[in-house]
Every structure is written in structure tokens, then in C-alpha cells.
């Protein structure tokens, strides 16, 4: 994988939009660069979490309920439960089934050793050291997503491709990034839908599914995820000129604003359309 990748069926020109505040939008333009957010300061409490079967695969409990059922069972017969437990802990033993387990992350390969992390503990720790910038995939606006990201009348959406994106960005030598698509699952009856080192941070809950997320994920390979991360986050240098195709301003928004965003994409260079919300379109007015 190269220092940037976008996972399979995810395409160059899909249309990507981020809704910000008007804070944020000038923070961006006066600094040239994006803020990815580390995943365990986002407000969805099971962001990364694993899905009960994901949980149950990624360690020891099959091979030791299997076990249990073909060796201990057949021989309890005649003995006492003294005899049962100290048969099946000598015959666990001999067989191997409580090694370390070794699992797939995105800073390599990590045997869980004493003190035993875990398949979940590993995902806990991973929240703290991969960091997101967080897209809305449409071609149309999204009132849930001005609500929700924009919350008020001087909200910001800025609009570009996944190719784009990819090629905007400036990453450090030392960073890699992947961009993918979220998938929306049932965390308590379904597995994860892709095998890749990065699937809890690609998996939410269904009721997130109006945000049509597209994901840029940043990390350093070289990190020990296992170690206290003091940093919420990554500043990335971006190049404007490439990510931005447009720019829209939120409903109800007054005309200092337009003419404020005009002035700064005008200094900027950044000779991108800008227009108001469709939402405050009104067919009504010439009636009114």
C-alpha cells in the first residue's frame, strides 16, 4: 500500500462534501491544512468497537469451546469435578489453545502478550492513534448534515472528489493514508464487511447511515499503539486549489457571510463557485 490508498469500489470522482462551522472553514483556508480528528474524541460512545462475532472469532473461545466439547465431555464420565477441571487445564495445556493470539493492525502485526490486552483491548488502544477527517458522500445537500456538523446560520460545506482528496493532501514521510467508505452494521448480529486492518473504525451503527460517510484515515506505521498518545488529532497540510471545487453556504445564512467567503476565497486564489443553500429556495415567493 502506498503512502495514500483508496479502498476497492470507491471512486475517483465520487462527489465528497465537509460540513463545518464558519470557524472551521477559516481555520482552513488561513492555515492550508485539514484537521483529522482522533477516533476516540469522536461522540459516537462505540466508535471502533468490535461486533459481538468479530469479538467471539478474534480469540481463544472457539477453539476452547470446541474443546470442551470433544475432549472434556466424553471423559468426565466416572470422575469428580476435581478430576474433570485439573484433565481439561492439562489437556488445554498440552494442545496449546490459550497462546498468544496475534492480530492485524495498521502499525503491524501485535502478539497480545501479559498483560493481556485482547482483540477488543487492541481496538480500544487503536482509537487513540488513528485519526480521521470525515466526508459526506452525495452530489446533493443534506439538512441532517447542516443541523448536525453546520448547527447554525453561518455554517460552511465544501465540496470535492475522493480523487481529489487523495491528491490534496500533503502527507509527512513518515504518515500513510486510506480512504474508504463506512459500512453501516448491526454490531450485535453482524461481522464486520471487510477484512481490512482498519474495519472497526469503518463500521457504525445503522443510525448513522444518513451521513453516507467517506473516511480519510492518517496514521504513523511507526506509532506504538499500545503507549499513551497526548495529541487529539493531526494537522495535514492540503493544497486548496486542488480539494475544493466549490463551496455553499448554510440555509439562512445573512449576505455579510457570502460576502466575507467571497473575499477570502478571492485572496486565497480560489476561483470556486460559491453560492447559497437550495434549501432556501422558495417556488412560493412570487406568490407571496
Not at 502506498?2 to 462527489?15: E, K, N, Q
Not at 462551522?21 to 485539514?34: D, G
Request: proline content about 5%; hydrophobic content about 40%.
Amino acid at each position: 500500500m502506498g503512502p495514500i490508498d483508496i479502498s476497492h469500489g470507491l471512486d475517483d470522482d465520487a462527489v465528497i462534501s465537509r460540513y463545518m462551522s464558519f470557524a472551521a472553514f477559516a481555520s482552513t483556508l488561513l492555515s492550508k491544512k485539514l484537521f483529522f480528528n482522533t477516533v476516540s474524541q469522536f461522540e459516537d460512545k462505540s466508535e471502533g468497537a468490535a461486533t459481538l462475532i468479530d469479538a467471539l472469532v478474534n480469540s481463544n473461545t472457539p477453539a476452547l469451546l470446541d474443546y470442551a466439547v470433544n475432549s472434556m465431555w466424553p471423559g468426565t464420565i466416572g470422575t469428580s469435578p476435581r478430576q474433570t477441571v485439573e484433565s481439561l487445564e492439562a489437556k488445554a495445556r498440552k494442545a496449546d489453545l490459550e497462546k498468544p493470539l496475534t492480530f492485524e493492525t495498521p502499525f503491524g502485526d501485535y502478539t497480545d502478550k501479559a498483560p493481556a490486552l485482547g482483540y477488543e483491548g487492541v481496538l480500544h488502544k487503536l482509537r487513540d492513534w488513528i485519526d480521521v477527517a470525515c466526508w459526506h458522500e452525495s452530489v446533493d445537500e443534506s439538512l441532517a448534515m447542516w443541523r448536525i456538523y453546520g448547527r447554525t446560520n453561518e455554517a460552511v460545506c465544501i465540496t470535492s472528489t475522493v480523487g481529489r482528496l487523495k491528491r490534496a493532501l500533503r502527507l509527512a514521510d513518515d504518515m500513510k493514508c486510506h480512504i474508504a467508505k463506512v459500512h453501516y452494521i448491526n454490531h450485535e448480529i453482524d461481522p464486520f464487511q471487510t477484512g481490512s486492518s482498519f474495519a472497526s473504525v469503518l463500521h457504525k451503527m445503522h443510525a448513522y447511515e444518513f451521513e453516507k460517510e467517506v473516511r480519510a484515515i492518517v496514521w504513523k506505521p511507526s506509532s506504538v499503539f499500545t503507549e499513551r498518545r497526548e495529541s487529539f488529532g493531526s494537522l495535514i497540510d492540503i493544497d486548496l486549489p486542488t480539494l475544493i471545487t466549490g463551496v455553499r453556504l448554510s440555509p439562512d445564512s445573512k449576505p455579510w457571510l457570502l460576502h466575507l467567503v467571497r473575499s477570502m476565497l478571492d485572496r486565497e486564489g480560489l476561483r470556486v463557485p460559491l453560492s447559497g443553500s437550495v434549501l432556501d429556495r422558495n417556488p412560493w415567493k412570487k406568490h407571496s
